[in-house]
């Protein structure tokens, strides 16, 4: 029995595999080929059903033989995939006619997949590479699998499309809209955030030089940034539309107020960052306000002014959107999600809340990006 | 024998006292102290002697409130603006964004020397602290030791005459100590520059100074100052010498009798 | 005395250029609309006549703060409480949710924290996806819970509360797993030697630790709690609530009552980040930490 190394993960699939298969029917139409055996009734799984047990138990089964992680995540993994790809498959043109047994042996599926997630996150492999690849792949898993369990339960279930499409028609309402979401990126991303964003970032610094420079304005400014930081700023959006009108002015004027502070702040943080000694240093050397600000100050301000950077990718994209909310022309982001919904187009905008996640993400990793390359000798950075 | 030489540093009734928030602290009282060119002057005492305040003022990052002192008979703060002075630190600090090279290119870079005088220097200076070859590294991929060292060459970059050093080696281990100290003698030797140098070890003073300034505090006041009658010429073994531990008996003794204990 | 010269003068010095500034700014940004109504009526006012013109429009591009302030009190302290014309009733409304999607947000960050702390898997595969969403414009998804919840027949606080629930989770959550992640190696090699188990650890080593780092994302959670309040109300077709007070000002052009209600928002996040300031204060004398 010492081959044998129970996890608590397979252990429960097998239970919940053979509670299904006990259980019968997997969806409404099986039960009624099964009462009435002469008519030809068409339900889900005909032939598919006795595989998905058959895969998730020997799965199961074999994942609990003392292997090599590596054999035993793919054997879990491979396990898990294939039940659950063939469930989704399966339920098509069925929906809302799933039973139990559909839940249970997705929820064995799922619990296989949970396996071979902690089995891939106990690994230490040796190689760089591979850590880093594993690092990627285990969150990348747990995405799938909150993906395939939003998939499986929406069309299961048969969720009403309105209050949740499943993730596969918002990909396929991607790939068909296209230039309608490039269009509105271009206006929301590549007008209003990007150059708000700029603006905004720029005065902050250069107002966080001016503090710098006068102790008075430092003591009064910083103060009122910090408070500034905990109110509802994006309140400002309708002012701005009235101000700049409905194109992407507005909104970069929206942007530029909401990025101004956090640059002021941080920029001035990151200032007084300096140690002792090396100012101390730059005064034996008789250095003058600038130098010192350019060779010492400045960059030990690095990690600041990036985290500034940082939260303010995140604080323009949505200052861009929610500015949109008051009024746009026909385009854009926030247009499109406030007027699609009015429209209960849910598909669209889901489709726009995905874009919009994938170009706060490439926002955020750029600038992360830059960071990484600028401040590399920081221990946050070497450190890993 | 030093009242011949001109002198680098002349304090005369120097006193300096903080404001604090306790009241105010006299950090120095009275310190009259000439140092004259090509000395090795260690500074010795307990912590709160005022020894590295000393240095301090010399380098004009503290100014005194009574009493006087000359740089080559300019006011520190002129001597400081002449760059007169190279000071190296109880730590590195040298800048991890730049490489050693880069490091010790930064005071070149603030007076603005042309870039080939600024190669030329670095290059000495790196083979006078035996860098040579770590260059392009940066700072953290050194160990404390040759950080240490870097930032020493940083300062000697600078050409100066006089050099401060407020425990430049308090925070590394006995061997490295032992062996810097070795180095820095032999850099002294080939430079002929006045260091001040400041330290809480009786036989790192004893071994690299031509003379021992004990000091106590409260007040940080001169208690003693002892001249070393060991030769120029020191290998590391002089410190089992006879010599030697005379005058290190002499410090300690000194120290003991500044330094009152009962608190 | 320290504090007067450092922090009070200076902070209200600026206020008042501010002030000035806006005064300039709303004399300047009206005159055009000014100059139009007078030579539409043939008036010819003198310069001082101009401005005071100028500063008491009824729907000037930029309302002066005399006239913000003037609204303000008359909305907050003069109508009946119950009036949905009067802010104190807009600003508890949007309170409510708010503090209703906070409490959720606290306690939901608190207990995934503590998953991630303990469970290696969760930590691996949960936490990238929280850093992540960091990166996100959630505000972005606000107006479909609302509006979706409303087409399944759930309306009024709940989904606001949800929308704020989901701001303020995130905060917490990080700041709770730094927190919890605190206590030094050797704190914790301590504990190991006293052979305590994982909960006696738990209890008294990580979530002491952990308080600071929870009171100061706290202070975030709130403001973004807030936030995610008044965004909510926007899609409601100007119901109630300072984003609905907000909304019905930009239809209507009732530039005051905008910034009225701008200043209402801002009183009530001031509020709630010097209460939870305060708590964690409080919090962090009663656990014996030096009044700072």
Same mark, same amino acid.
């Given at each position: 029995?010492?081959?044998?190394?129970?996890?608590?993960? +397979?252990?429960?699939?097998?239970?919940?595999?053979?509670v299904?298969?006990?259980?019968?029917?997997?969806s409404?139409?099986?039960?009624?080929?099964?009462?009435q055996?002469? +008519?030809?009734?068409?339900?889900?799984?005909?032939?598919?059903?006795?595989?998905?047990?058959?895969?998730?138990?020997?799965?199961?089964?074999?994942?609990?033989?003392?292997?090599?992680?590596?054999?035993?995540?793919?054997?879990?993994?491979?396990?898990?995939?294939?039940?659950?790809l063939?469930?989704?498959?399966?339920?098509?043109?069925?929906?809302?006619?799933?039973?139990a047994?559909?839940?249970?042996?997705?929820?064995?599926?799922?619990?296989?997949?949970?396996?071979?997630v902690?089995?891939l996150?106990?690994?230490?492999?040796?190689?760089?590479?591979?850590?880093?690849?594993?690092?990627?792949?285990v969150?990348?898993?747990?995405?799938?699998?909150?993906?395939?369990?939003?998939?499986?339960?929406?069309?299961?279930?048969?969720?009403?499309?309105?209050?949740?499409?499943?993730?596969?028609s918002?990909?396929?309402?991607?790939?068909?809209?296209?230039?309608?979401?490039?269009?509105?990126?271009?206006?929301?991303?590549f007008?209003?955030?990007?150059?708000?964003?700029?603006?905004?970032?720029?005065?902050?610094?250069?107002? +966080?030089?001016?503090?710098?420079?006068?102790?008075?304005?430092?003591?009064?400014?910083?103060?009122?940034?910090?408070?500034v930081?905990?109110?509802?700023?994006?309140?400002?959006?309708?002012?701005?539309?009235?101000?700049?009108?409905?194109?992407?002015?507005?909104?970069?004027?929206?942007?530029?107020?909401?990025?101004f502070?956090?640059?002021?702040?941080?920029?001035?943080?990151?200032?007084?960052?300096?140690?002792?000694?090396?100012?101390d240093?730059m005064?034996?050397?008789?250095?003058?306000?600038?130098?010192?600000?350019?060779?010492?100050r400045?960059?030990?301000?690095?990690?600041?002014?990036f985290?500034?950077l940082?939260?303010?990718s995140?604080?323009?994209l949505?200052?861009?959107?929610? +500015?949109?909310?008051?009024?746009?022309?026909?385009?854009?982001m926030?247009?499109?999600?406030?007027?699609?919904?009015?429209r209960?187009?849910?598909?669209?905008?889901?489709?726009e809340?995905?874009?919009?996640?994938?170009?706060?993400?490439?926002?955020?990793?750029?600038?992360?990006?830059?960071?990484r390359a600028?401040?590399?000798?920081h221990?946050?950075?070497?450190?890993? | 024998?030093?009242?011949?030489?001109p002198a680098?540093?002349?304090?005369?009734?120097?006193?300096?006292?903080f404001?604090t928030?306790d009241?105010?602290?006299?950090?120095?009282?009275?310190?009259?102290?000439?140092?004259?060119?090509?000395e090795?002057?260690?500074f010795?005492?307990?912590?709160?002697?005022?020894?590295t305040?000393?240095?301090?003022?010399?380098?004009?990052?503290?100014?005194?409130?009574s009493?006087s002192?000359?740089?080559?008979?300019?006011?520190?703060?002129q001597?400081?603006?002449?760059?007169?002075?190279?000071?190296?630190f109880?730590?590195?600090?040298?800048?991890?964004w730049?490489?050693?090279?880069?490091?010790?290119?930064?005071?070149?870079?603030?007076?603005?020397?042309?870039?080939?005088?600024?190669?030329?220097?670095i290059?000495?200076?790196?083979?006078?602290?035996?860098?040579?070859?770590?260059?392009?590294?940066?700072?953290?991929q050194?160990?404390?030791g040759?950080?240490?060292?870097?930032?020493?060459?940083?300062?000697?970059?600078?050409?100066?005459?006089?050099l401060?050093?407020?425990e430049?080696?308090?925070?590394?281990?006995?061997?490295v100590?032992?062996?810097?100290?070795?180095?820095?003698?032999?850099?002294?030797?080939?430079?002929?520059?006045?260091?001040?140098?400041v330290?809480?070890?009786?036989?790192e003073?004893?071994y690299?100074?031509?003379?021992?300034?004990?000091?106590?505090?409260r007040?940080?006041?001169?208690?003693?100052?002892?001249?070393?009658?060991?030769?120029?010429?020191?290998?590391?073994?002089i410190?089992?010498?006879?010599?030697f531990?005379?005058?290190?008996?002499r410090?300690?003794?000194?120290?003991?009798?500044?330094?009152?204990?009962?608190? | 005395?320290?504090?007067l010269?450092?922090?009070?003068i200076?902070?209200?010095?600026i206020?008042?250029?501010?002030?000035?500034?806006?005064?300039?700014?709303?004399?300047?940004?009206?005159?055009?609309?000014?100059?139009?109504?007078?030579?539409?009526?043939?008036?010819?006012?003198?310069?001082?006549?101009?401005?005071?013109k100028?500063?008491?429009q009824?729907?000037p591009?930029l309302?002066?703060?005399?006239?913000?302030?003037?609204?303000?009190?008359?909305?907050?302290?003069t109508?009946k409480?119950?009036s949905n014309?009067?802010?104190?009733?807009?600003?508890?409304v949007?309170?409510?949710?708010?503090?209703?999607?906070?409490?959720?947000?606290?306690?939901?960050?608190?207990v995934?924290?503590?998953?991630?702390?303990?469970?290696?898997?969760l930590?691996?595969?949960?936490?990238?996806?929280?850093?992540?969403?960091?990166?996100?414009?959630?505000?972005?998804?606000?107006?479909?819970?609302? #509006?979706?919840l409303?087409?399944v027949?759930?309306t009024?606080?709940?989904?606001?509360?949800?929308?704020?629930?989901?701001?303020?989770?995130?905060?917490?959550?990080v700041?709770?797993?730094?927190?919890?992640?605190?206590?030094?190696l050797?704190?914790?090699?301590?504990?190991?030697?006293?052979?305590a188990?994982?909960?006696q650890t738990?209890?008294?080593?990580?979530?002491?630790?952990?308080?600071?780092?929870l009171?100061?994302?706290?202070?975030?959670?709130?403001?973004?709690?807030?936030?995610?309040a008044?965004?909510?109300e926007?899609?409601?077709g100007?119901?109630?609530?300072?984003?609905?007070?907000?909304?019905?000002?930009?239809?209507y052009?009732?530039?005051?009552?905008?910034?009225?209600?701008?200043?209402?928002?801002? #009183?009530?996040?001031?509020?709630?980040?010097?209460?939870?300031?305060l708590?964690?204060?409080?919090?962090?004398?009663?656990?014996?930490?030096?009044?700072a």
């Open positions: 029995m010492k081959a044998l190394k129970p996890s608590w993960q +397979a252990v429960l699939a097998i239970v919940l595999c053979l299904a298969a006990i259980w019968g029917a997997m409404v139409p099986e039960v009624a080929a099964g009462t055996p002469t +008519a030809t009734i068409e339900y889900p799984y005909m032939g598919t059903k006795g595989l998905m047990y058959g895969i998730a138990i020997v799965a199961a089964v074999l994942s609990m033989f003392v292997l090599v992680p590596a054999l035993e995540a793919l054997i879990l993994f491979a396990g898990s995939t294939t039940v659950a063939l469930l989704l498959h399966g339920i098509a043109g069925f929906e809302g006619t799933a039973r047994p559909y839940y249970l042996l997705l929820a064995a599926a799922w619990l296989l997949g949970w396996r071979c902690a089995v996150s106990s690994m230490k492999p040796s190689s760089r590479g591979l850590a880093t690849a594993l690092k990627l792949a969150p990348a898993l747990f995405g799938v699998w909150i993906l395939v369990w939003w998939e499986a339960v929406t069309r299961g279930a048969g969720i009403p499309f309105i209050l949740l499409p499943p993730p596969s918002v990909g396929v309402r991607i790939v068909n809209s296209l230039p309608v979401l490039w269009a509105d990126v271009n206006q929301t991303i007008h209003s955030v990007l150059i708000g964003y700029v603006l905004g970032c720029a005065s902050g610094f250069i107002a +966080a030089i001016l503090a710098d420079r006068f102790v008075f304005l430092r003591r009064g400014l910083i103060p009122i940034g910090n408070m930081s905990a109110l509802p700023i994006i309140g400002v959006a309708p002012i701005m539309v009235m101000w700049f009108g409905f194109d992407w002015h507005s909104k970069a004027a929206v942007v530029v107020i909401m990025t502070f956090p640059m002021l702040v941080n920029t001035v943080a990151g200032l007084a960052a300096s140690g002792h000694m090396e100012r240093l005064r034996t050397y008789a250095s003058n306000y600038w130098q010192t600000l350019a060779k010492l400045l960059p030990a301000a690095g990690p600041f002014i985290n500034a940082k939260i303010n995140t604080l323009a949505i200052g861009a959107i929610v +500015a949109e909310f008051f009024g746009t022309p026909v385009v854009g926030g247009f499109r999600i406030s007027t699609e919904v009015g209960m187009n849910v598909d669209m905008v889901w489709a809340i995905a874009v919009a996640a994938l170009a706060g993400s490439v926002f955020y990793g750029v600038v992360a990006l830059i960071e600028a401040t590399f000798w221990p946050s950075v070497r450190g890993g | 024998m030093t009242a011949v030489k680098v540093v002349a304090a005369s009734k120097l006193g300096l006292t404001q928030n009241g105010p602290v006299q950090a120095l009282s009275n310190v009259d102290l000439t140092i004259g060119k090509g090795f002057v260690s010795i005492g307990p912590s709160g002697c005022g020894k305040t000393f240095l301090r003022v010399i380098a004009d990052l503290e100014k005194p409130t009493g002192i000359t740089i080559n008979g300019m006011t520190p703060e001597a400081r603006e002449k760059r007169a002075y190279g000071y190296v109880q730590a590195a600090a040298l800048f991890p730049r490489t050693i090279e880069r490091n010790v290119a930064l005071p070149l870079e603030i007076i603005g020397l042309p870039k080939a005088e600024q190669a030329a220097r290059k000495r200076t790196m083979e006078l602290v035996n860098l040579a070859g770590f260059e392009k590294k940066y700072p953290w050194l160990s404390g040759m950080q240490q060292r870097a930032s020493i060459a940083r300062a000697l970059a600078f050409e100066a005459d006089l401060l050093m407020d430049p080696f308090g925070a590394l281990d006995e061997i100590r032992d062996h810097l100290n070795e180095q820095l003698l032999q850099l002294w030797a080939a430079t002929d520059k006045t260091i001040c140098f330290t809480h070890s009786i036989p003073a004893v690299l100074s031509t003379r021992i300034v004990v000091m106590s505090p007040p940080g006041r001169v208690t003693d100052v002892i001249e070393s009658t060991l030769p120029r010429e020191r290998p590391l073994d410190r089992e010498t006879p010599e531990l005379a005058i290190a008996a410090v300690r003794d000194g120290l003991r009798a500044g330094h009152s204990y009962e608190d | 005395m320290d504090t010269r450092s922090k009070i200076p902070v209200t010095t206020l008042l250029i501010i002030v000035a500034i806006w005064y300039v700014g709303a004399v300047a940004m009206n005159a055009p609309f000014q100059r139009d109504m007078d030579s539409r009526n043939n008036a010819t006012p003198g310069t001082m006549e101009f401005i005071g100028t500063l008491a009824p729907k591009t309302p002066a703060p005399h006239q913000v302030a003037q609204n303000f009190f008359e909305n907050t302290f109508r409480i119950t014309r009067s802010l104190v009733y807009h600003a508890w949007t309170l409510s949710s708010t503090l209703l999607g906070f409490a959720f947000g606290t306690v939901l960050g608190i995934i924290a503590v998953g991630i702390v303990h469970v290696t898997t930590d691996r595969s949960l936490m990238p996806w929280i850093i992540a969403s960091q990166t996100i414009p959630i505000l972005a998804i606000a107006p479909m819970v609302i #509006v979706v409303a087409a027949g759930i009024g606080l709940i989904p606001k509360a949800l929308i704020s629930t989901y701001l303020s989770f995130f905060p917490v959550a700041g709770m797993v730094k927190g919890l992640r605190s206590p030094e050797m704190h914790l090699d301590l504990m190991h030697t006293y052979n188990s994982r909960s738990f209890w008294k080593l990580r979530v002491p630790a952990s308080v600071p780092f009171f100061a994302s706290m202070k975030v959670a709130v403001a973004a709690s807030l936030v995610g008044i965004v909510g926007l899609p409601t100007a119901v109630a609530g300072i984003g609905a007070k907000l909304l019905a000002g930009a239809y052009s009732q530039t005051i009552d905008i910034w009225s209600a701008l200043v209402a928002g801002s #009183v009530v996040a001031a509020l709630l980040v010097a209460l939870v300031g708590a964690g204060r409080l919090v962090d004398r009663a656990m014996g930490g030096r009044p």
